[in-house]
């Protein structure tokens, strides 16, 4: 998770909401991501998403399912979509999201019939993760 959060940092000075991502199989770091939405003027380039294409890349398969993912903010429904689609086999979030979380705060579409259900952890170094995007956004306003 701090690695996560090391990119979250790294998301922050780039102005970007600062969220980041890792992917682990075998106890090895295999891909990363954070949020490159202004950068790339892209609305898929969220952390997660950034993470999961990094590691398809890298694994030169698009099934994830013996890794686990680290991420600072509870997946959006985007996010979460392709963390089931991508059969990752386990979760680790830190802070929750009350305005977009879709494994637990808004909705758990985990909790639905589709074909795969990661393990999920969350608030995992939740005040860590949390104090950074507070502080994104106290800057911001």
């Not at 997660?48 to 013996?66: T, V």
Request: charged share 25%.
């Amino acid at each position: 998770m701090y690695e996560a959060l090391n990119l979250a940092h790294e998301a922050y000075a780039e102005g970007e909401v600062p969220v980041g991502a890792v992917i682990v199989k075998d106890g090895k770091i295999i891909a990363t991501g954070r949020n490159m939405r202004e950068k790339k003027q892209n609305a898929l380039s969220h952390a997660e998403i950034e993470a999961i294409n990094n590691a398809c890349k890298e694994l030169g398969s698009w099934r994830l399912d013996d890794c686990e993912m680290y991420v600072t903010l509870e997946p959006c429904p985007m996010c979460t979509g392709a963390i089931i689609n991508a059969r990752i086999k386990t979760l680790i979030f830190g802070a929750y999201d009350s305005r977009a979380g879709s494994i637990d705060s808004v909705i758990n579409l985990c909790d639905y019939p589709y074909n795969h259900k990661p393990e999920i952890y969350g608030g995992i170094c939740e005040d860590e993760c949390l104090s950074i995007i507070k502080k994104f956004f106290e800057n911001l306003r």
